[in-house]
């Protein structure tokens, strides 16, 4: 049995273990509108989600309206975990994730200085299992391939697939994350990039 340490109810001082063989999905960075709310991406009693953000109001909204359209979008209420953390030192139990999501977080300006960002990776390599999928988002940022490039270096993450809009898998793939991915800056870049937990990346 693996652990993960989550619960609806957890606090950012509290932790859980809860033994479970469920695949768990995190998303790291929710804002108000996470996966849950925007994607197509279902969660059930297999299929768990956890959500986090360091603030508490954000984390508030995010579980308000994801409870709310949770049955109209195939998802299991009960399946859905909201919690109030920081991105760099996360409550959860190491190799405990299959899946890590982060949408406009690592190309946030507001995020500085890079060594933080490179904080958040750390974390998500650290909760991920071997082989773990990390998912990373760029549609509201200046982040374009260099710069995830740059974030990347010293990382245990390797390169799966680099999707953009010109690409005929970006439709289906991004619409698991987000309906409508459009940038608010016509020159900033736009990808979806997956990479693999396993071998050193940035290269």
């Known amino acids: 049995m693996e ?70 979008v195939g998802s299991d209420k009960d399946s859905l975990n909201f919690i109030n953390a920081s991105a760099d030192k996360l409550p959860l139990a190491d190799s405990s994730a299959d899946e890590v ?5 690592l190309g946030d300006p507001g995020i500085k200085p890079i060594d933080k960002k490179k904080a958040f990776l750390k974390e998500a390599e650290r909760i991920l299992k071997e082989g773990g999928r990390l998912i990373i988002k760029e549609n509201n940022t200046p982040l374009d391939y260099e710069g995830l490039r740059k974030v990347l270096e010293g990382t245990m993450f390797s390169p799966e697939k680099f999707l953009t809009p010109k690409d005929a898998e970006w439709d289906k793939e991004i619409a698991k994350y987000e309906r ?9 870049p736009i990808f979806l990039a997956y990479l693999i937990k396993g071998q050193e990346g940035g290269k």
Do not use: C
């Open 180 to 188: 409508i991915a459009v940038g608010t800056e016509e020159h900033w």
């Open 3 to 72: 652990t993960i340490q989550s619960t609806p109810e957890i606090g950012e001082d509290e932790t859980v273990e809860k033994e479970t063989k469920r695949r768990v999905f995190v998303e790291i960075g929710t804002h108000v509108l996470p996966v849950t709310w925007q994607g197509a991406k279902k969660f059930n009693k297999d299929n768990i989600y956890i959500g986090i953000d360091i603030s508490g109001e954000r984390v508030r909204r995010a579980k308000e309206k994801s409870l709310m359209i949770a049955e109209g």
């Open 101 to 105: 999501f982060l949408g406009n977080v």
